[in-house]
């Protein structure tokens, strides 16, 4: 009986860790033009990819001062999306009333860049 209990462990074990997905790192540049945005300032991204989800803000920064504001983000995730928007001055949301932004990843190692300019729903997603 005490055997029996030691192999049924034992496989509740293995099927509880054969489910967890392998992560796999991802680095991604956001690049979001605000030319046509007057004060454009405090520029950054909130997504649910953030912790708390949605409540913290990502700075992007301008390094170059040509507008376009950038950040590049790395970590290890199973996650196959994320969701995100663009925010002006800590709390202006772009694409008011209209859906989320979103990237699909592939569970392999990945090297995004996402472009757009703000509050314009297409964007130029390359990866590498």
């Known amino acids: 009986m005490k055997q029996l209990k030691i192999i049924v462990a034992t496989l509740v074990l293995f099927s509880i860790a054969s489910c967890v997905q392998e992560t796999h790192e991802k680095s991604i540049t956001f690049k979001v033009d605000m030319n046509a945005i007057d004060n454009a300032q405090n520029v950054g991204m909130k997504g649910n990819f953030t912790n708390p989800s949605w409540q913290k ?7 170059n001062n040509d507008g376009i504001y950038e950040v590049t983000i790395r970590r290890k995730t199973a996650s196959n999306a994320i969701q995100f928007k663009f925010v002006n001055q800590n709390e202006h949301y772009e694409l008011r009333d209209q859906p989320n932004r979103s990237l699909k990843l592939e569970y392999k190692p990945q090297t995004i860049t996402y472009e757009t300019i703000f ?3 297409e964007a130029t997603i390359t990866t590498k």
Request: proline letters at 10%; aromatic letters at 0%.
């Open 57 to 63: 803000m990502i700075p992007l920064t301008d390094e």
């Open 119 to 121: 509050d314009v729903k």
